[in-house]
T-cell receptor, first 114, second 115 residues
Framework: NAGVTQTPKFRILKIGQSMTLQCTQD?????MYWYRQDPGMGLKLIYY???????DKGEVPNGYNVSRSTTEDFPLRLELAAPSQTSVYFC?????????????FGEGSRLTVL | AQSVAQPEDQVNVAEGNPLTVKCTYS??????LFWYVQYPNRGLQFLLK??????LVKGSYGFEAEFNKSQTSFHLKKPSALVSDSALYFC?????????????FGTGTRLLVSP
């Protein structure tokens, strides 16, 4: 019963490097989300997807890109890492009925940009 | 615009005592309200939700929350705290008939239960 799986759990990047945070879910959820969590700031939505082939910007999309080629996978790409992207990143999914339900979160990926 | 406020950064309570974690919200229509808990180095876990119906909602691990429309509040409560309840708690709100992409989280309240 894996749920939402994120890799890697920890990563240190140098300024200007690129990387992809992986997210996969095995619950057949249509909706998937990427959040970042900064101390004292709660969670901010970066990007979300309502199904394969469909993505849209959230509140803080600058510096990030996403793709959704399958229902299961929703990778988040950082093209030119900046210190401001130091954060904990959470992937989440939700079932198709968006009038009720809940979010299911992965365990997070802690990224440090130096 | 939707918003949620958690006025306390930290709540301290002794084991066995009742606990309350406060949350107030602002939406233009009817709200869907949620509480999530985050244990160290883990993702958020769903605790409970208010959609419609009874104002007192019961959730996981003995937690409950009371929806108060006149005070626009959704405080999290537990009659008897456990040391294992120590964690970071997030309140969240979205307007009815909107998707989770409209979900707004509070800044979190750290609950510390002392033995």
């Amino acid at each position: 019963n894996a749920g939402v799986t994120q890799t890697p759990k920890f990563r240190i990047l140098k300024i200007g490097q690129s990387m992809t945070l992986q997210c996969t879910q095995d619950m057949n959820h249509n909706y998937m989300y990427w959040y970042r969590q900064d101390p004292g700031m709660g969670l901010k939505l970066i990007y979300y997807s309502v199904g394969a082939g469909i993505t849209d910007k959230g509140e803080v999309p600058n510096g990030y890109n996403v793709s959704r080629s399958t229902t299961e996978d929703f990778p988040l790409r950082l093209e030119l890492a900046a210190p401001s992207q130091t954060s904990v990143y959470f992937c989440a999914s939700s079932p198709p009925n968006t009038n009720t339900g809940e979010l299911f979160f992965g365990e997070g990926s802690r990224l440090t940009v130096l | 615009a939707q918003s949620v406020a958690q006025p306390e950064d930290q709540v301290n309570v002794a084991e066995g005592n009742p606990l309350t974690v406060k949350c107030t919200y602002s939406v233009s229509g009817n709200p869907y309200l949620f509480w999530y808990v985050q244990y160290p180095n883990r993702g958020l876990q769903f605790l409970l939700k208010y959609i419609t119906g009874d104002n007192l909602v019961k959730g996981s691990y003995g937690f409950e929350a009371e929806f108060n429309k006149s005070q626009t509040s959704f405080h999290l409560k537990k009659p008897s705290a456990l040391v294992s309840d120590s964690a970071l708690y997030f309140c969240a709100v979205r307007e009815m008939d909107t998707g989770f992409q409209k979900l707004v989280f509070g800044t979190g309240t750290r609950l510390l239960v002392s033995p």
